[in-house]
């Protein structure tokens, strides 16, 4: 079983920035798949962004350009780094990890006042 632990939500106005963090109790970090998935009231959770070992990323079409992904193996952790937030980025955001099975942290409110 591993666990995800996430920080860094909290309450932003538009236009600002957050960081995101989630680290992982696994000893095999640096092999596995990373993410970041959100879920807004009344919505399906949606891709925000992935980073594969190798350091690859992807991004959900809505946040390219503004969010950027990244890892640090030696702290096992995933960041999410999060600027000119909209009104529309709030949600309840989830690392995600995945190898051979999929693990989801407990989330984090993220909130993006007008």
């Known amino acids: 079983q591993v666990q995800l632990v996430e920080s860094g939500g909290g309450l932003v106005q538009a236009g600002g920035s957050l960081r995101l963090g989630c680290t992982a109790s696994?000893?095999?970090?640096?092999?596995?798949?990373m993410g970041w998935y959100r879920q807004a009231p009344g919505k399906q959770r949606e891709l925000v962004a992935t980073?594969?070992?190798?350091?690859?990323?992807d991004y959900g079409d809505s946040v390219k350009g503004r969010f950027t992904i990244s890892r640090d193996n030696a702290k096992k952790a995933v960041y999410l780094q999060m600027n000119s937030l909209k009104p529309e980025d709030t949600a309840v955001y989830y690392c995600?990890?995945?190898?051979?099975?999929?693990?989801w942290g407990q989330g984090t409110q993220v909130t993006v006042s007008s």
């Open positions: 980073i594969n070992s190798r350091g690859n990323t």
């Open positions: 995600n990890y995945r190898w051979s099975n999929i693990y």
């Open positions: 696994t000893n095999i970090f640096s092999l596995v798949v």
